[in-house]
């Protein structure tokens, strides 16, 4: 699944343009390396976005298409925030 997909999915960020706009500003970060919208992610990758001051870091756990919204933190593990 496509990153910018899976944090529109996971209700990680809201929308998947957002997503979009933040891989493109290379905020980003997939094993240690700035991807684009289009990196497939898997399970097991470790995260890390960038929010201006604040940086949310997790690790994958589960990669699915549709998640009910009460489900949607089982796709992932923060490590950080």
Do not use: Q
Not at 38 to 58: H, M, P, Q, R
Not at 60 to 71: L, W
Request: glycine residues 4%; proline residues 1%.
């Amino acid at each position: 699944m496509r990153i910018d997909k899976f944090l529109k999915v996971s209700r990680i960020i809201k929308r998947r343009t957002v997503a979009n706009d933040a891989c493109d500003g290379e905020h980003v970060v997939v094993n240690g390396k700035r991807v684009k919208a289009s990196y497939n992610v898997k399970e097991g990758d470790i995260v890390e976005i960038i929010f201006g001051a604040k940086t949310l870091k997790f690790k994958v756990r589960d990669v699915r298409d549709n998640v009910p919204k009460n489900e949607a933190d089982t796709m992932y593990e923060i490590i950080t925030e």
